[in-house]
């Protein structure tokens, strides 16, 4: 297979600080990715750079064969690469449905040539119908119909970033991009999430995960890629990554919270 996204020689400073060095890898076309590594590894900032939000300071990442160096988010995410972020952003006294409205009318609001010559013509009530039906699609498909009349701010915390899911599925992308999507969720939101992102591959969409949840990245990632220091240090199926000795050393070297996660690491080997 393919690779749709390269990473290739990504190097990013602050100043003094080299935040990410020498940072190569490739994902191909259908696999499921995740990107891990203790805090201050560098993965929000190798993020960044992938989706135009962060100019690196050296290296090019390349999406489809396209160097997106000198591209702007938008501009990306019109190439077929999309993500969520981190933070919910909802509009908590409008309904779910209104939400996904909203967000498609945003999506739409620079290639909808004429909307007063749609008007003039008639054609309005035709495309406010068929960007309905889409935005019913899209609730489905993320599993959140049923919550579809309710204020957006009832939802659940897990809830409101399925409405951000749905919104980055609307704009059609070959490649989705989730950065910690399952932080905050208890287990049973995070394991409709994960047959979520498996269905997501399912239609085609390759997926790239930064993630702090390792029982939930060991579970459904194809390969992992651990980063630490800004550096690779590992790269492999969850079975080789789970019995890395430089990446439980890495995990080892840091706080109380980092040698629970490499505990939780190992849980599955011991299982
Ligand atoms: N805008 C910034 N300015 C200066 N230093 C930064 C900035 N963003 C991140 N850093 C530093 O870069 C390193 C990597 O950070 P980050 O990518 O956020 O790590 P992670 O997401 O893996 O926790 C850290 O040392 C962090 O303090
Ligand atoms: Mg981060």
Do not use: C
């Not at 399912?202 to 194809?222: A, C, K, N, Q, W």
């Amino acid at each position: 297979m393919s690779a749709i996204l390269s990473v290739e020689q990504v190097g990013v400073r602050f100043g003094g600080l080299v935040a990410i060095a020498d940072l190569h890898f490739d994902v191909r076309e259908g696999e499921i990715v995740s990107l891990i590594g203790p805090n201050g590894a560098g993965k929000t900032t190798a993020f960044n750079v992938m989706t135009g939000f962060l100019k690196p300071s050296q290296g090019e990442v390349r999406f489809r064969g396209t160097g997106l160096t000198d591209l702007q988010p938008h501009e990306i995410t019109r190439l077929g690469l999309a993500r969520t972020f981190q933070r919910t952003s909802v509009f908590p006294d409008d309904t779910v449905f209104d939400n996904v409205m909203i967000g498609l009318h945003r999506q739409g609001a620079q290639s909808r040539r004429a909307p007063l010559l749609d008007a003039l013509i008639g054609r309005a009530g035709a495309s406010e119908r068929r960007l309905r039906a889409r935005a019913e699609a899209l609730l489905d498909w993320v599993g959140l119909s049923e919550r579809a009349g309710e204020k957006a701010g009832a939802l659940a915390y897990g809830e409101q970033r399925l409405v951000g899911v749905a919104l980055a599925l609307a704009t059609e992308p070959a490649m989705l991009l989730l950065d910690e999507p399952v932080s905050g969720m208890n287990a049973s939101e995070t394991q409709v999430f994960v047959s979520l992102i498996r269905q997501i591959r399912e239609r085609g969409i390759t997926v790239l995960l930064v993630e702090h949840d390792m029982p939930m990245v060991m579970e459904v990632s194809d390969r992992i890629l651990v980063l630490n220091y800004g550096r690779l240090i590992a790269e492999g199926p969850p079975d080789r990554i789970r019995s890395d000795p430089a990446v439980i050393e890495a995990y080892l070297g840091q706080g109380k919270a980092a040698r629970q996660a490499a505990a939780e690491v190992q849980e599955p080997a011991h299982a």
